[in-house]
């Protein structure tokens, strides 16, 4: 579906932000507003796998270090269940090394955004996944 303005109406999807610091929070659900997305919050690991079961969002913006569960452990809980694993997830952290990308690929992240988030960086990659739902 087209908006006036010809770009496309994302309202029908869902994105679960996971971060445990609120401006990260605020930060990301201010840029997706130009998607048009529904967004559900979650401010540690636990809390994201439990919206995820009740919700079934349709893409996670996750980040890795938060306490309770990291987002690897996320990760994994989610690749490991059949009901959420085709759940895409986009990692966004400020763990940048080759090691902490590479580990988030292994452990079934869709991509990966480094902080601090570049805009376009972060819309291409959610509508991108999102288009190809």
Do not use: C, H
Not at 9 to 30: A, C, F, G, M
Not at 36 to 44: D, E, H, K, R
């Amino acid at each position: 579906m087209q908006t006036m303005d010809n770009k496309k109406d994302y309202s029908k999807y869902t994105v679960l932000i996971v971060d445990d610091i609120p401006v990260n929070i605020i930060l990301l659900k201010t840029m997706l507003t130009r998607t048009n997305v529904g967004i559900l919050t979650a401010t540690n690991g636990e809390e994201a796998l439990e919206t995820v079961r009740k919700s079934k969002p349709d893409l996670l913006l996750l980040d890795i270090q938060m306490p309770v569960m990291n987002g690897w452990e996320v990760l994994k809980a989610i690749n490991d269940d059949p009901e959420l694993k085709g759940i895409p997830v986009i990692v966004v952290s400020a763990f940048t090394s080759p090691e902490d990308i590479e580990q988030s690929m292994r452990l079934g992240a869709a991509g990966f955004i480094k902080k601090p988030v570049i805009m376009d960086i972060l819309l291409s990659s959610v509508t991108s996944l999102l288009d190809n739902i």
